[in-house]
Protein backbone atom coordinates (compact mmCIF):
# COMPACT_ATOMS: atom_id res chain seq x y z
CA UNK A 1 0.00 0.00 0.00
CA UNK A 2 2.85 2.83 0.73
CA UNK A 3 4.38 1.76 -2.53
CA UNK A 4 1.14 2.28 -4.44
CA UNK A 5 1.07 5.40 -2.31
CA UNK A 6 4.15 6.83 -3.09
CA UNK A 7 3.39 5.79 -7.15
CA UNK A 8 1.00 7.76 -7.53
CA UNK A 9 1.90 10.83 -5.82
CA UNK A 10 5.09 10.15 -8.49
CA UNK A 11 2.62 10.19 -11.01
CA UNK A 12 1.27 13.32 -9.64
CA UNK A 13 4.44 15.06 -8.98
CA UNK A 14 5.27 14.51 -13.04
CA UNK A 15 1.81 16.07 -13.69
CA UNK A 16 2.69 19.14 -11.82
CA UNK A 17 5.94 19.39 -13.45
CA UNK A 18 7.54 19.21 -9.75
CA UNK A 19 10.89 18.01 -10.37
CA UNK A 20 11.86 18.56 -6.66
CA UNK A 21 9.03 16.60 -5.69
CA UNK A 22 9.78 13.84 -8.44
CA UNK A 23 13.37 13.64 -6.75
CA UNK A 24 12.44 12.94 -3.20
CA UNK A 25 9.41 10.49 -4.08
CA UNK A 26 12.14 8.50 -6.20
CA UNK A 27 14.62 8.40 -3.11
CA UNK A 28 12.08 7.14 -0.76
CA UNK A 29 11.21 4.28 -3.18
CA UNK A 30 9.09 5.22 -5.41
CA UNK A 31 8.97 3.41 -9.01
CA UNK A 32 10.81 5.33 -11.80
CA UNK A 33 8.58 3.81 -13.87
CA UNK A 34 5.43 3.87 -12.85
CA UNK A 35 2.51 3.88 -15.01
CA UNK A 36 0.30 6.99 -15.70
CA UNK A 37 -3.43 6.58 -16.22
CA UNK A 38 -2.78 5.77 -20.07
CA UNK A 39 -0.45 2.97 -18.60
CA UNK A 40 2.62 4.51 -20.10
CA UNK A 41 5.49 5.24 -17.71
CA UNK A 42 5.58 8.45 -16.58
CA UNK A 43 8.59 9.60 -18.30
CA UNK A 44 6.45 9.40 -21.68
CA UNK A 45 4.50 12.46 -19.80
CA UNK A 46 7.47 13.96 -19.21
CA UNK A 47 8.89 13.62 -22.41
CA UNK A 48 5.22 14.84 -23.96
CA UNK A 49 5.72 17.81 -21.90
CA UNK A 50 8.84 19.07 -22.86
CA UNK A 51 9.66 18.78 -19.08
CA UNK A 52 13.21 18.61 -19.09
CA UNK A 53 13.71 18.83 -15.23
CA UNK A 54 11.25 16.01 -14.79
CA UNK A 55 12.70 13.50 -17.33
CA UNK A 56 15.93 14.48 -16.02
CA UNK A 57 14.92 13.55 -12.57
CA UNK A 58 13.27 10.21 -13.35
CA UNK A 59 16.16 9.05 -15.74
CA UNK A 60 18.10 9.83 -12.81
CA UNK A 61 16.07 7.87 -10.42
CA UNK A 62 16.51 4.80 -12.75
CA UNK A 63 13.50 5.58 -15.31
CA UNK A 64 14.75 2.57 -18.33
CA UNK A 65 14.37 5.38 -21.69
CA UNK A 66 14.46 1.54 -23.43
CA UNK A 67 11.64 0.50 -22.21
CA UNK A 68 9.52 -0.94 -24.95
CA UNK A 69 5.92 0.52 -25.25
CA UNK A 70 2.90 -1.04 -26.55
CA UNK A 71 3.45 0.80 -29.83
CA UNK A 72 6.93 -0.32 -30.52
CA UNK A 73 8.39 2.94 -29.40
CA UNK A 74 10.52 3.75 -26.24
CA UNK A 75 10.76 6.61 -24.23
CA UNK A 76 14.08 7.61 -25.93
CA UNK A 77 12.43 7.14 -29.10
CA UNK A 78 9.43 9.55 -28.62
CA UNK A 79 12.14 12.26 -27.10
CA UNK A 80 13.76 11.77 -30.12
CA UNK A 81 10.34 11.98 -32.36
CA UNK A 82 9.54 15.24 -29.86
CA UNK A 83 12.38 17.49 -31.51
CA UNK A 84 13.54 18.94 -28.47
CA UNK A 85 17.48 18.83 -27.62
CA UNK A 86 16.64 19.28 -23.99
CA UNK A 87 14.89 16.66 -23.40
CA UNK A 88 16.24 14.45 -25.85
CA UNK A 89 19.39 14.96 -23.64
CA UNK A 90 17.77 14.04 -20.72
CA UNK A 91 16.68 10.75 -21.39
CA UNK A 92 19.81 9.46 -23.56
CA UNK A 93 20.78 8.11 -20.21
CA UNK A 94 24.52 6.66 -20.20
CA UNK A 95 26.88 4.94 -22.47
CA UNK A 96 23.89 4.88 -25.49
CA UNK A 97 26.57 3.61 -27.70
CA UNK A 98 27.59 0.47 -25.52
CA UNK A 99 23.28 0.01 -24.28
CA UNK A 100 21.52 0.19 -27.65
CA UNK A 101 21.96 -2.68 -30.08
CA UNK A 102 23.09 -1.61 -33.70
CA UNK A 103 19.16 -2.09 -35.29
CA UNK A 104 18.22 0.43 -32.50
CA UNK A 105 20.78 2.63 -32.92
CA UNK A 106 20.18 2.95 -36.65
CA UNK A 107 16.37 3.30 -35.81
CA UNK A 108 16.94 6.68 -33.73
CA UNK A 109 19.12 8.33 -36.32
CA UNK A 110 17.23 7.49 -38.85
CA UNK A 111 14.09 9.28 -37.17
CA UNK A 112 15.65 11.92 -36.49
CA UNK A 113 17.30 12.03 -39.65
CA UNK A 114 14.13 12.10 -41.42
CA UNK A 115 12.35 14.81 -39.37
CA UNK A 116 15.46 17.74 -40.22
CA UNK A 117 15.29 16.49 -43.87
CA UNK A 118 11.64 17.00 -44.78
CA UNK A 119 10.86 19.58 -42.20
CA UNK A 120 8.46 20.12 -38.93
CA UNK A 121 5.64 20.96 -40.89
CA UNK A 122 5.98 18.79 -44.16
CA UNK A 123 6.42 15.85 -41.51
CA UNK A 124 3.19 16.99 -39.63
CA UNK A 125 1.17 17.45 -42.50
CA UNK A 126 2.36 13.83 -43.56
CA UNK A 127 1.15 12.73 -40.61
CA UNK A 128 -1.87 14.64 -40.10
CA UNK A 129 -2.90 15.12 -43.42
CA UNK A 130 -3.64 18.92 -42.61
CA UNK A 131 -3.79 21.37 -45.21
CA UNK A 132 -3.55 24.21 -43.38
CA UNK A 133 -0.60 25.86 -42.37
CA UNK A 134 1.12 25.79 -39.85
CA UNK A 135 1.44 27.48 -36.45
CA UNK A 136 4.94 28.36 -35.48
CA UNK A 137 6.40 29.74 -32.17
CA UNK A 138 9.91 30.17 -30.74
CA UNK A 139 10.26 28.78 -27.54
CA UNK A 140 13.40 28.08 -25.09
CA UNK A 141 13.91 24.64 -24.84
CA UNK A 142 17.33 24.87 -22.62
CA UNK A 143 18.94 27.68 -20.42
CA UNK A 144 19.39 30.53 -23.16
CA UNK A 145 18.64 28.70 -26.17
CA UNK A 146 15.18 28.53 -27.93
CA UNK A 147 13.82 26.38 -30.82
CA UNK A 148 10.83 26.91 -33.31
CA UNK A 149 7.64 24.81 -31.65
CA UNK A 150 5.29 23.73 -34.66
CA UNK A 151 1.84 22.89 -34.31
CA UNK A 152 -0.80 21.34 -37.05
CA UNK A 153 -3.53 19.19 -37.14
CA UNK A 154 -3.68 18.98 -33.68
CA UNK A 155 -0.12 17.67 -33.51
CA UNK A 156 3.18 19.74 -31.80
CA UNK A 157 6.18 19.15 -32.35
CA UNK A 158 9.62 21.28 -31.42
CA UNK A 159 11.96 21.36 -34.82
CA UNK A 160 14.88 21.01 -33.18
CA UNK A 161 15.54 17.45 -34.78
CA UNK A 162 19.23 18.88 -36.28
CA UNK A 163 20.39 19.31 -33.32
CA UNK A 164 19.30 15.69 -32.01
CA UNK A 165 20.68 14.43 -35.27
CA UNK A 166 24.25 15.36 -34.09
CA UNK A 167 23.73 15.00 -30.78
CA UNK A 168 23.04 11.25 -31.42
CA UNK A 169 25.96 10.95 -34.31
CA UNK A 170 28.16 12.06 -31.45
CA UNK A 171 26.96 9.84 -29.26
CA UNK A 172 27.42 6.88 -31.07
CA UNK A 173 30.96 8.16 -32.26
CA UNK A 174 29.68 8.76 -36.00
CA UNK A 175 31.73 11.51 -37.39
CA UNK A 176 30.00 13.35 -39.54
CA UNK A 177 31.94 15.73 -42.04
CA UNK A 178 32.49 18.82 -40.13
CA UNK A 179 31.37 20.82 -43.62
CA UNK A 180 28.09 18.62 -43.16
CA UNK A 181 28.16 20.13 -39.55
CA UNK A 182 28.06 23.16 -40.29
CA UNK A 183 25.67 23.62 -42.48
CA UNK A 184 23.24 22.79 -39.82
CA UNK A 185 24.44 25.20 -37.91
CA UNK A 186 24.25 28.21 -40.20
CA UNK A 187 20.68 28.11 -41.51
CA UNK A 188 19.70 29.63 -38.49
CA UNK A 189 22.55 32.49 -38.27
CA UNK A 190 21.89 32.35 -34.21
CA UNK A 191 24.25 31.62 -31.81
CA UNK A 192 21.27 30.70 -29.42
CA UNK A 193 19.49 28.35 -31.81
CA UNK A 194 19.67 24.85 -30.18
CA UNK A 195 20.84 23.46 -33.95
CA UNK A 196 24.51 25.93 -33.87
CA UNK A 197 24.83 24.75 -29.87
CA UNK A 198 24.54 21.36 -30.86
CA UNK A 199 26.99 21.64 -33.60
CA UNK A 200 29.62 24.11 -32.28
CA UNK A 201 29.64 21.73 -29.03
CA UNK A 202 29.70 18.63 -30.71
CA UNK A 203 32.56 20.20 -32.78
CA UNK A 204 34.43 21.37 -30.17
CA UNK A 205 34.13 18.09 -28.32
CA UNK A 206 35.86 16.51 -31.63
CA UNK A 207 39.70 17.10 -30.57
CA UNK A 208 41.50 15.73 -33.31
CA UNK A 209 43.39 18.33 -35.79
CA UNK A 210 41.84 17.06 -38.68
CA UNK A 211 38.18 18.30 -37.05
CA UNK A 212 40.07 21.81 -35.99
CA UNK A 213 41.38 22.16 -39.31
CA UNK A 214 37.89 21.69 -41.11
CA UNK A 215 36.25 23.97 -38.92
CA UNK A 216 38.81 27.14 -39.34
CA UNK A 217 38.95 26.97 -43.00
CA UNK A 218 35.66 28.50 -42.55
CA UNK A 219 36.88 31.42 -41.71
CA UNK A 220 37.40 32.27 -45.35
CA UNK A 221 34.09 31.65 -46.49
CA UNK A 222 32.41 34.87 -48.09
CA UNK A 223 29.16 34.29 -45.96
CA UNK A 224 29.80 36.05 -42.78
CA UNK A 225 27.32 33.51 -40.93
CA UNK A 226 30.26 30.58 -41.39
CA UNK A 227 32.88 32.86 -40.02
CA UNK A 228 30.45 33.87 -37.28
CA UNK A 229 30.17 30.17 -36.51
CA UNK A 230 34.05 29.65 -36.35
CA UNK A 231 34.39 32.40 -34.41
CA UNK A 232 31.90 31.01 -31.90
CA UNK A 233 34.08 27.32 -32.11
CA UNK A 234 37.06 29.60 -30.70
CA UNK A 235 34.98 31.25 -28.17
CA UNK A 236 33.63 27.84 -27.07
CA UNK A 237 37.07 25.96 -27.16
CA UNK A 238 38.64 28.85 -25.68
CA UNK A 239 36.87 27.89 -22.13
CA UNK A 240 35.70 24.48 -22.37
CA UNK A 241 39.72 23.31 -22.52
CA UNK A 242 41.71 26.38 -21.15
CA UNK A 243 44.36 24.30 -19.09
CA UNK A 244 44.52 22.36 -22.05
CA UNK A 245 45.12 24.41 -24.73
CA UNK A 246 47.46 22.25 -27.02
CA UNK A 247 46.35 24.44 -30.14
CA UNK A 248 47.13 27.90 -27.94
CA UNK A 249 49.86 29.25 -30.22
CA UNK A 250 47.74 27.98 -33.56
CA UNK A 251 44.71 30.15 -32.16
CA UNK A 252 46.56 32.82 -31.35
CA UNK A 253 48.17 33.15 -34.72
CA UNK A 254 44.86 32.58 -36.74
CA UNK A 255 43.22 35.34 -34.52
CA UNK A 256 45.72 37.99 -35.77
CA UNK A 257 45.66 36.91 -38.93
CA UNK A 258 42.05 37.23 -39.15
CA UNK A 259 41.58 40.54 -37.21
CA UNK A 260 43.70 42.24 -39.85
CA UNK A 261 41.44 40.64 -42.71
CA UNK A 262 37.96 40.91 -40.93
CA UNK A 263 35.93 43.36 -42.10
CA UNK A 264 32.39 42.83 -40.95
CA UNK A 265 31.92 45.12 -37.64
CA UNK A 266 29.95 42.13 -35.08
CA UNK A 267 32.64 39.59 -35.75
CA UNK A 268 35.51 41.66 -35.42
CA UNK A 269 34.37 42.52 -31.94
CA UNK A 270 34.12 38.52 -31.08
CA UNK A 271 37.10 38.06 -32.39
CA UNK A 272 38.81 40.86 -30.61
CA UNK A 273 37.20 39.56 -27.12
CA UNK A 274 38.83 35.93 -28.13
CA UNK A 275 42.20 37.48 -28.99
CA UNK A 276 42.48 39.35 -25.47
CA UNK A 277 42.52 36.42 -23.87
CA UNK A 278 45.39 34.54 -25.45
CA UNK A 279 49.21 36.25 -25.24
CA UNK A 280 50.50 37.11 -28.72
CA UNK A 281 53.34 39.55 -29.41
CA UNK A 282 50.93 41.52 -32.06
CA UNK A 283 48.07 42.49 -29.65
CA UNK A 284 48.96 46.12 -29.51
CA UNK A 285 49.80 46.15 -33.27
CA UNK A 286 46.41 44.80 -33.53
CA UNK A 287 44.34 47.52 -30.81
CA UNK A 288 46.27 50.30 -32.48
CA UNK A 289 44.88 49.56 -36.22
CA UNK A 290 41.31 49.34 -34.61
CA UNK A 291 41.40 52.12 -32.26
CA UNK A 292 39.54 54.49 -34.22
CA UNK A 293 37.43 51.92 -36.43
CA UNK A 294 33.93 53.17 -37.23
CA UNK A 295 31.86 50.76 -35.34
CA UNK A 296 31.76 51.44 -31.64
CA UNK A 297 31.69 47.68 -30.42
CA UNK A 298 35.09 46.92 -32.08
CA UNK A 299 36.30 50.01 -30.36
CA UNK A 300 34.64 48.86 -27.16
CA UNK A 301 37.53 45.62 -27.29
CA UNK A 302 40.53 47.41 -28.21
CA UNK A 303 41.43 48.83 -24.21
CA UNK A 304 41.66 44.99 -23.34
CA UNK A 305 44.58 44.22 -26.04
CA UNK A 306 46.56 47.86 -25.17
CA UNK A 307 46.78 47.18 -21.09
CA UNK A 308 48.50 43.63 -20.43
CA UNK A 309 49.10 42.12 -16.47
CA UNK A 310 52.72 42.40 -16.48
CA UNK A 311 53.63 44.21 -19.30
CA UNK A 312 54.74 48.22 -19.15
CA UNK A 313 52.35 50.36 -20.84
CA UNK A 314 54.19 51.67 -24.33
CA UNK A 315 53.49 55.19 -25.02
CA UNK A 316 51.13 54.26 -27.95
CA UNK A 317 49.43 52.32 -26.02
CA UNK A 318 48.81 55.27 -23.29
CA UNK A 319 47.96 57.71 -26.17
CA UNK A 320 45.41 55.67 -27.96
CA UNK A 321 43.92 54.80 -24.42
CA UNK A 322 43.83 58.20 -23.40
CA UNK A 323 41.85 58.89 -26.97
CA UNK A 324 39.09 56.34 -25.86
CA UNK A 325 38.69 57.76 -22.57
CA UNK A 326 37.72 60.86 -24.68
CA UNK A 327 35.28 58.38 -27.26
CA UNK A 328 32.18 59.44 -28.54
CA UNK A 329 30.41 56.82 -27.71
CA UNK A 330 29.70 56.01 -23.52
CA UNK A 331 30.80 52.28 -23.68
CA UNK A 332 33.64 53.05 -24.91
CA UNK A 333 34.66 55.78 -22.73
CA UNK A 334 33.73 53.98 -19.48
CA UNK A 335 35.55 50.38 -21.17
CA UNK A 336 38.52 52.65 -21.60
CA UNK A 337 37.86 53.73 -17.70
CA UNK A 338 37.90 50.12 -16.46
CA UNK A 339 41.06 49.00 -18.34
CA UNK A 340 43.13 52.23 -17.69
CA UNK A 341 41.99 52.90 -14.14
CA UNK A 342 45.56 51.80 -12.68
CA UNK A 343 47.45 53.91 -14.99
CA UNK A 344 48.51 56.58 -12.50
CA UNK A 345 49.02 59.24 -15.33
CA UNK A 346 45.22 58.23 -16.70
CA UNK A 347 44.12 58.20 -13.61
CA UNK A 348 42.47 61.92 -13.13
CA UNK A 349 41.26 62.17 -16.44
CA UNK A 350 39.97 58.68 -15.89
CA UNK A 351 38.24 60.16 -12.84
CA UNK A 352 36.45 63.31 -14.91
CA UNK A 353 35.20 61.00 -17.48
CA UNK A 354 33.31 59.33 -14.73
CA UNK A 355 32.26 61.88 -13.26
CA UNK A 356 30.25 63.62 -16.26
CA UNK A 357 29.55 59.87 -17.36
CA UNK A 358 27.57 59.41 -13.79
CA UNK A 359 25.55 62.28 -15.01
CA UNK A 360 24.31 60.22 -18.01
CA UNK A 361 20.48 60.38 -18.99
CA UNK A 362 21.15 56.29 -19.71
CA UNK A 363 20.51 54.24 -16.38
CA UNK A 364 22.87 51.87 -17.64
CA UNK A 365 25.59 54.31 -18.08
CA UNK A 366 25.02 55.46 -14.81
CA UNK A 367 25.17 52.36 -13.73
CA UNK A 368 28.56 51.66 -15.19
CA UNK A 369 30.13 54.65 -14.50
CA UNK A 370 29.10 53.98 -10.83
CA UNK A 371 30.30 50.14 -10.54
CA UNK A 372 33.74 52.05 -12.11
CA UNK A 373 33.70 54.77 -9.41
CA UNK A 374 33.04 52.40 -6.73
CA UNK A 375 35.89 50.11 -7.49
CA UNK A 376 38.55 53.24 -8.13
CA UNK A 377 41.47 53.44 -5.97
CA UNK A 378 41.54 57.59 -6.45
CA UNK A 379 41.02 58.88 -3.30
CA UNK A 380 39.64 62.32 -4.73
CA UNK A 381 37.02 63.70 -2.46
CA UNK A 382 35.07 64.19 -5.84
CA UNK A 383 34.49 60.42 -6.30
CA UNK A 384 32.99 59.91 -3.01
CA UNK A 385 30.76 63.31 -3.31
CA UNK A 386 29.67 61.70 -6.87
CA UNK A 387 28.62 58.13 -5.66
CA UNK A 388 26.98 59.99 -2.91
CA UNK A 389 24.91 62.02 -5.53
CA UNK A 390 24.00 58.83 -7.27
CA UNK A 391 23.01 56.99 -4.25
CA UNK A 392 19.76 58.75 -4.55
CA UNK A 393 19.65 57.42 -8.20
CA UNK A 394 16.09 56.44 -9.34
CA UNK A 395 17.50 53.39 -10.31
CA UNK A 396 17.79 50.18 -7.77
CA UNK A 397 21.01 48.97 -9.18
CA UNK A 398 22.66 52.39 -9.67
CA UNK A 399 21.81 53.06 -5.98
CA UNK A 400 23.54 49.82 -5.12
CA UNK A 401 26.89 50.23 -6.92
CA UNK A 402 26.76 53.88 -4.98
CA UNK A 403 26.43 52.26 -1.63
CA UNK A 404 28.69 49.75 -2.35
CA UNK A 405 31.65 52.54 -3.47
CA UNK A 406 30.63 54.52 -0.26
CA UNK A 407 31.06 51.21 1.80
CA UNK A 408 34.76 50.53 0.36
CA UNK A 409 35.61 53.95 1.38
CA UNK A 410 34.15 53.56 4.68
CA UNK A 411 32.42 57.44 4.16
CA UNK A 412 30.24 58.92 6.79
CA UNK A 413 27.28 58.91 4.34
CA UNK A 414 27.63 55.08 3.67
CA UNK A 415 24.32 53.83 6.17
CA UNK A 416 22.01 57.02 4.47
CA UNK A 417 23.21 55.04 0.58
CA UNK A 418 22.61 51.60 2.24
CA UNK A 419 18.88 52.15 3.50
CA UNK A 420 18.43 53.98 -0.36
CA UNK A 421 19.17 50.92 -1.67
CA UNK A 422 15.78 49.73 -0.61
CA UNK A 423 15.02 45.78 -0.33
CA UNK A 424 16.66 43.12 -2.42
CA UNK A 425 15.51 40.09 -3.98
CA UNK A 426 17.03 37.78 -1.76
CA UNK A 427 17.78 35.26 -4.11
CA UNK A 428 18.67 37.38 -7.30
CA UNK A 429 21.31 38.86 -4.88
CA UNK A 430 22.66 35.97 -2.83
CA UNK A 431 25.94 35.64 -4.24
CA UNK A 432 26.32 39.54 -5.00
CA UNK A 433 29.80 41.38 -4.25
CA UNK A 434 28.33 44.69 -3.41
CA UNK A 435 25.75 42.89 -1.15
CA UNK A 436 28.73 40.97 0.29
CA UNK A 437 30.56 44.39 0.52
CA UNK A 438 27.75 45.99 2.23
CA UNK A 439 27.26 43.19 4.65
CA UNK A 440 30.99 43.44 5.75
CA UNK A 441 31.05 47.10 6.58
CA UNK A 442 28.25 46.22 8.72
CA UNK A 443 30.11 43.73 10.38
CA UNK A 444 33.08 46.46 10.67
CA UNK A 445 30.83 49.07 12.35
CA UNK A 446 29.60 46.67 15.12
CA UNK A 447 33.38 45.16 15.39
CA UNK A 448 36.53 47.45 14.28
CA UNK A 449 38.43 44.54 14.27
CA UNK A 450 36.54 42.34 12.48
CA UNK A 451 38.04 41.00 9.23
Not at 83 to 108: C, H, I, K, N, T
Not at 312 to 337: E, K, M, N, S, Y
Not at 390 to 401: C, K
Amino acid sequence: MAEGGLDGRLVSAVRAGDAEEVRALLGKGADPDAPDADGLPVLCRAVAAYDKPVAEALVEGGADPDRMLPDGTTPLWRAVDGGSPAVFDAVLGREPRLRLAESAREGLLTLARSWYETGAAEELRRRTGAPGPATTVRVQDAENLHVDQVALGGLVVRAGHAAVLTSLEWAFRILTPVDELIARAVRHADEDHVDWWAVSWTLVERRSYETWSAVVAHRHHPDPVHRRFVADYLWTRLFVWSGHRYYEKKESELLAGWTAEETDGELLTKLLDAFAHYTHPAQEAVALRHADHPDPRVRREVPYLLYREDTPVTPAARAALRALVGDPDPGVRITACAVGDRDEELLPEITRTLILLAEDPDAQVRQDAAAELARSHDPAPAVADTLAALSGDDEQQVRLEAAHGLARRDDPRTAEAIERVGPLDADAFAHDHRVDGIARWRWRQRDPAAE
